[in-house]
T-cell receptor, first 114, second 114 residues
Framework: NAGVTQTPKFRILKIGQSMTLQCTQDMNHNYMYWYRQDPGMGLKLIYYSVGAGITDKGEVPNGYNVSRSTTEDFPLRLELAAPSQTSVYFC?????????????FGEGSRLTVL | AQSVTQLGSHVSVSEGALVLLRCNYSSSVPPYLFWYVQYPNQGLQLLLK??????LVKGINGFEAEFKKSETSFHLTKPSAHMSDAAEYFC????????????FGTGTQLKVEL
């Protein structure tokens, strides 16, 4: 059971380039989330999804886009990368049943924009 | 909107000493509260959670937390620190609206010294 899998683990981008961070979960979870983590700032929610075909903005969505065509996949798209998007990105998922359940996190994707 | 404040970005204890990590929350509705731990270069893992019922919550690795409504606090404790407890700890509060989003504190780095 792989849980939440993120790729790539590391990436360096030039300013203005675009890329997609991939996230896949094999737990049949309805809820999926993208967070970014910056030193001393905790985790900030970028986008989330409550099921296939449904996405919504979190606290810091500017410069990002998401899609949710299947239950398993929740890719995060960075358009026109900027140095401010240098961060560690975490994808997480949880079941939508049984109340407020545990969030399962991927191992993170470290992105540097130069 | 919910928020979480973690007092002390860095805490240092001796091995065998009491661990106390502080968390205060702000919420307009009865909160769901969580503690997560992050080891270096890994995603976050759930330590424990409070939803309803007993206010003293026990988690993994000997940690526990007490929900005190009158103090709006959810401090994390462990009677005797171990070297393996060195990690970053995050307190979080859950949104009970659409998406049940978690809002994280800025984290407390725990150092355990011999």
């Amino acid at each position: 059971n792989a849980g939440v899998t993120q790729t790539p683990k590391f990436r360096i981008l030039k300013i203005g380039q675009s890329m997609t961070l991939q996230c896949t979960q094999d737990m049949n979870h309805n809820y999926m989330y993208w967070y970014r983590q910056d030193p001393g700032m905790g985790l900030k929610l970028i986008y989330y999804s409550v099921g296939a075909g449904i996405t919504d903005k979190g606290e810091v969505p500017n410069g990002y886009n998401v899609s949710r065509s299947t239950t398993e996949d929740f890719p995060l798209r960075l358009e026109l990368a900027a140095p401010s998007q240098t961060s560690v990105y975490f994808c997480a998922s949880r079941s939508g049943t049984g109340g407020i359940g545990e969030l399962f996190f991927g191992e993170g994707s470290r992105l540097t924009v130069l | 909107a919910q928020s979480v404040t973690q007092l002390g970005s860095h805490v240092s204890v001796s091995e065998g000493a009491l661990v106390l990590l502080r968390c205060n929350y702000s919420s307009s509705v009865p909160p769901y509260l969580f503690w997560y731990v992050q080891y270096p270069n890994q995603g976050l893992q759930l330590l424990l959670k409070y939803t309803t019922g007993a206010t003293l919550v026990k988690g993994i690795n000997g940690f526990e937390a007490e929900f005190k409504k009158s103090e709006t606090s959810f401090h994390l404790t462990k009677p005797s620190a171990h070297m393996s407890d060195a990690a970053e700890y995050f307190c979080a509060v859950s949104d009970t609206g659409g998406g049940n989003k978690l809002t994280f504190g800025t984290g407390t780095q725990l150092k355990v010294e011999l």
